[in-house]
Every structure is written in C-alpha cells, then in structure tokens.
C-alpha cells in the first residue's frame, strides 16, 4: 500500500521523542492506549505491563530471535497475523492496527515480514494521550506521547510515501 523512499529514510534515524532504558519510568509516563512496535519493546514492556496493542516479527536488528525469546502469545486476548514486506506499510498491517485501536482486547500483531514503520500509523492514528513506544538500535526505547503534533507529522511523513495514501487514510481510518 504505502512504500519508503530512499529520501525518507534518513528521518526515521532521530528518535521522535525521549529515550528510555526502564520499562517502570517509561510507563510511569506513559498513556493508554499503549502501542508497542518491536520484540525486545514488547518484552521489556511486558515485564510491566501488556502493552494494548503490540507489533512483533521475531526479529531483532535484522536477526531471527530463537524460539526462547519470542513473545508469549498467551500474554494477549486477541493474536492477529498480517503480512507486511520490509520497508513498507501493508494494507493488512495498517487494517490490524485501526481494528486494535478500537478493540477492548489487547492485540498482538504478528507480522510475516517487518514491522519497523508500524510506530508511524501508530502514531497517526492514535488518540490524544496515547503512548506509542519503539526501539532505538543499541540506545532504548523511545516514547512518543500522541498529541496533535506528533499526529500531524506522522501523517505528512505517511503523505510523503509511495503509494495509495488514500488508501491508506481510509485503512487507518483518519483523514
């Protein structure tokens, strides 16, 4: 549906909010919902807390993680699988994601493929108050609370991406 440019990529290298390394001071400034993107954010996060809607795909900086380190399904209410090839926001990843923002259930997304952009339609289509958390290569987790200008800019970067960005506004259902 949606595909990163070559040009876009050095935007994703600065973290869009604040560093953290502690899931408990994180989450002490964290809201709901709680959108986790990432297998070891999740991890961390659930020593805490279930996070309300997370994206996994077995993988940590391009590598496999073994059977033991993969996320506890069981941890969620709701297991959902999309495909989403690396470098791109499927229709089907960006359709999990509206549909568990507006689930009671918590919701794991495990995705066939890569799930790295997912913190950008998280963040786009999230309410006020939510908290959207990444990782960050070799420095944390970083922790974008959603307002109307973190909102905006996710949406003008998803406006700057290849692809059928209509589509992808009706998928998420923002406009």
């Known amino acids: ?31 709901r919902p ?12 659930l020593d805490e807390t ?16 073994p059977a033991d380190r993969r996320i506890d399904t069981d941890a969620f209410e709701r297991v ?28 794991l997304v495990l995705v066939d493929g890569e799930e790295d ?10 309410p006020d108050g939510a908290s959207v958390v990444y990782g960050q290569p070799d420095e944390g987790m970083v922790h974008v609370r959603v307002d109307e200008e973190t909102r905006t800019a996710m949406r003008d970067f998803l406006a700057r991406m290849d692809g059928d960005r209509e589509g992808a506004y009706g998928a998420l259902g923002v406009t």
């Open 50 to 65: 279930t996070p309300d809607v997370a994206f996994v795909d077995g993988q940590t900086k391009r590598t496999e993680l």
């Open 80 to 107: 959902v699988r999309v495909e989403n090839p690396a470098a791109t926001l499927s229709r089907g990843l960006l359709v999990a994601l509206a549909d568990a923002l507006d689930s009671e259930a918590t919701t």
């Open 34 to 45: 709680l959108v986790a993107v990432g297998d070891v954010v999740t991890d961390h996060l």
């Open 1 to 31: 549906m949606l595909d990163l440019p070559d040009d876009l990529r050095a935007e994703l290298k600065e973290p869009v909010g604040p560093l953290y390394t502690d899931p408990a001071e994180l989450l002490a400034d964290a809201g």
């Open 117 to 126: 952009l997912a913190a950008v339609p998280a963040i786009a289509a999230a």
